[in-house]
Each structure stands twice: as structure tokens, then as C-alpha cells.
């Protein structure tokens, strides 16, 4: 599985806010890929950051 596909299904199985870290922590991806897939789906409109969390819309 793709390294964005994991990151949405982490999100979708916490169903809540989570940190880059927790994604990190939750996907056993790199907490520093995670940021920098985090930043990349937020500028496609993938995802929305409410203040230091990320929430797929």
C-alpha cells in the first residue's frame, strides 16, 4: 500500500484529529514522511489542519 493510502486509512480507523507524530506512530511510516505527505495532501485538498492536527475532509 501506498505511503499517502496508509496515512488516510490511519486517519479513517482513528476517526478523530491526530498529530503527525501519532500517524507516525500509528502507520509505522517516518514521522518525517508523514509531515511531508500530511503538507502535500493539505495543498491538494485532501486534508485540513486544525491547528497542529490534520483531519481528512
Do not use: C, H, R
Request: charged share 30%.
Amino acid at each position: 500500500m501506498e505511503n499517502n493510502q496508509k496515512i488516510i486509512e490511519t486517519f479513517k480507523a482513528a476517526q478523530k484529529p491526530l498529530k503527525a507524530g501519532e500517524v507516525a506512530e500509528l502507520s509505522g511510516i517516518d514521522k518525517k514522511e508523514v509531515e511531508k505527505l500530511i503538507k502535500k495532501m493539505t495543498a491538494g485538498g485532501v486534508f485540513m489542519i486544525l491547528k497542529s492536527n490534520a483531519m481528512p475532509l
